[in-house]
Structures are given as C-alpha cells and as structure tokens.
C-alpha cells in the first residue's frame, strides 16, 4: 500500500547541505506530484478494498495540504526574487517626437513628410 512519507518540508530545508533550498522545494514538489498521480491510479484499482481506497483518499489530503504549501512558498520565493536589471542604454535618444496642432487634411501630411 502507498505511505506519505513522514516529515515536514521545513525540517527537509533545514538539514540541505548539498542542495540549495529552491532545489529541494522542486525536488519536493515533484515527489509529491508523482506519488499524487500514483495514489490517484491506485484508487482506480478495481482490487483494492473499501479501506485500502479511505487510506489512500486520506493520504492523498494529507500530501495535498503539504504541497499547497510547498507551492505557496515557492511562489513566494518568485515572487520576492531579485530580478536581473535591464540595460535601457540611451533609448530616450532614439525616440523621435513629432506635435501636430491640427488636421488640414493631406496637404499638411504632404508637407510634414517633406520637411523631414
């Protein structure tokens, strides 16, 4: 039968030392979401029982809540994270202005073209 491992995600960042912290989130996220679609094809097993199927379910909360959260704190992390600067360079020197007061119909388009 399928078993949530046990554990809090914040005791598994806790103790990373070989792995930085969004690595083992992602790496969290994805277990959770492989052992979700594999209790999810174990429910439709035609062999098991009613109480091997309640187990599961029950299980299948449990690793829920857990990677809600793990995918609350990785979209916190995102959303917190520095992002890389852009070089506008001198764009503002690039951008040519042109006022027109009225609307003298295409004679005065005619004549604005020619002056450029």
């Given at each position: 039968?399928?078993?949530?491992?046990?554990?809090s995600?914040?005791?598994q960042?806790?103790?990373?030392?070989?792995?930085?912290?969004?690595?083992?989130?992602?790496?969290?996220?994805?277990?959770?979401?492989?052992?979700?679609?594999?209790?999810?094809?174990?429910?439709?097993?035609?062999?098991?029982?009613?109480?091997?199927r309640?187990?599961?379910?029950?299980?299948?909360?449990?690793?829920?809540?857990?990677?809600?959260?793990?995918?609350?704190?990785?979209?916190?992390?995102?959303?917190?994270?520095?992002?890389a600067?852009?070089?506008?360079?001198d764009?503002f020197?690039?951008?040519?202005?042109?006022?027109?007061?009225?609307?003298?119909?295409?004679?005065a388009?005619?004549?604005?073209?020619?002056r450029?």
């Amino acid at each position: 039968m399928l078993r949530l491992q046990a554990g809090s995600i914040l005791s598994q960042l806790a103790g990373a030392d070989s792995m930085s912290e969004p690595d083992i989130l992602s790496r969290k996220i994805l277990e959770l979401k492989e052992w979700q679609t594999v209790a999810w094809r174990r429910i439709a097993d035609p062999m098991i029982t009613v109480f091997e199927r309640r187990e599961v379910r029950n299980h299948i909360k449990e690793s829920d809540e857990e990677l809600r959260c793990c995918l609350r704190m990785m979209s916190e992390r995102l959303r917190f994270q520095a992002r890389a600067v852009e070089d506008v360079g001198d764009s503002f020197a690039r951008i040519k202005f042109r006022l027109l007061s009225s609307y003298d119909g295409p004679a005065a388009v005619d004549a604005a073209h020619e002056r450029r």
